[in-house]
């Protein structure tokens, strides 16, 4: 056998692992895949980015999941116990026969290994953590049943009590109840919650949008909005005298118009 066969050899006979573990590996930010959690082992609208996915012996994934507002995992167990870094927002977190626990940026949680529990975000607020998990023989989590609305805390629903309509339902629910329903679940329940951008940002950015398209019908509600997500009147004037000189003069004017009614009402 010559050399050049020998050497070939010897790298074939190299555990796989080996090869692709010797390289240096970055998964760049923004480069990964952020999908919508399995329905059936969550509540609510629930993100999932996995950042690491262990290979060969390895046996460590970590993974952000960013939960809206109500949202939170089914009942779980893990064979190997779990660490959760929040990162975002506040939330909670509850071990079978435990008190429920709040949550915050900056927590560090560790659940043991086999002990039931759920984790999620708060009733009115958003919720992101890094989960870290081991396998054991492939598997990370046993799933059992969803955390019902009594276990997580919230009233029972008074019977025959009218729910009220949201915004969206009373302004164009009659008309275009499917708008409706995407509006409420997919533009509030879901974008606006995010934990990336806070919803004063999010007011901010759209009021832009919409002095800039010249839309008075929406800027009344947004600039209403606006306030209530702790922009003052004065940031609101100085959004729209910034926007004379890229969205032109009569857009600025017109939310000017729109603006004294706004400020008008307590
Ligand atoms: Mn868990």
Partial sequence: MNLLATATLAVSMLPLSALADDKLQISRAGSRPVNAAPAQNFTGAVR????????????????????????????HTHPLG???????????????????????????VHIPPH???????????????????????GKAVDWLEPVSDAQYGLPPPVANA????????????????????????????DVWARPGLSRRDRSL???SALIAMNRPEQ????????????????????????????????????????????????
Avoid: C
């Fill in 48 to 75: 999932v980015e996995m950042l690491h996915t262990p290979t060969g012996p390895a046996r460590a994934s970590a993974g952000t999941v960013s939960f809206t507002p109500g949202a939170r995992t089914a009942w």
């Fill in 82 to 108: 779990q660490t959760l870094v929040v990162i975002a927002g506040t939330g909670r977190v509850q071990m079978w026969d435990g008190a429920i626990e709040n949550i915050q940026v900056g927590d560090v």
């Fill in 115 to 137: 002990v039931k529990h759920w984790h999620g975000a708060a009733p009115t607020t958003a919720m992101a953590h890094i989960a870290i998990t081991e396998a054991q023989d």
């Fill in 162 to 189: 009218p729910t009220a309509p949201s915004r969206a339902q009373s302004l164009f629910g009659d008309v275009a109840p499917k708008l409706a329903e995407l509006t409420d679940q997919v533009l509030f329940a």
């Fill in 205 to 207: 950015a759209t009021v």
């Fill in 219 to 266: 800027l009344r509600s947004h600039m209403a909005l606006a306030r209530a997500n702790g922009m003052t009147q004065e940031e609101l004037v100085e959004t729209l005298t910034h926007l004379a000189f890229y969205a032109g003069w009569p857009s600025a004017i017109t939310a000017a118009g729109v603006a004294r009614e706004v400020f008008a009402k307590p």
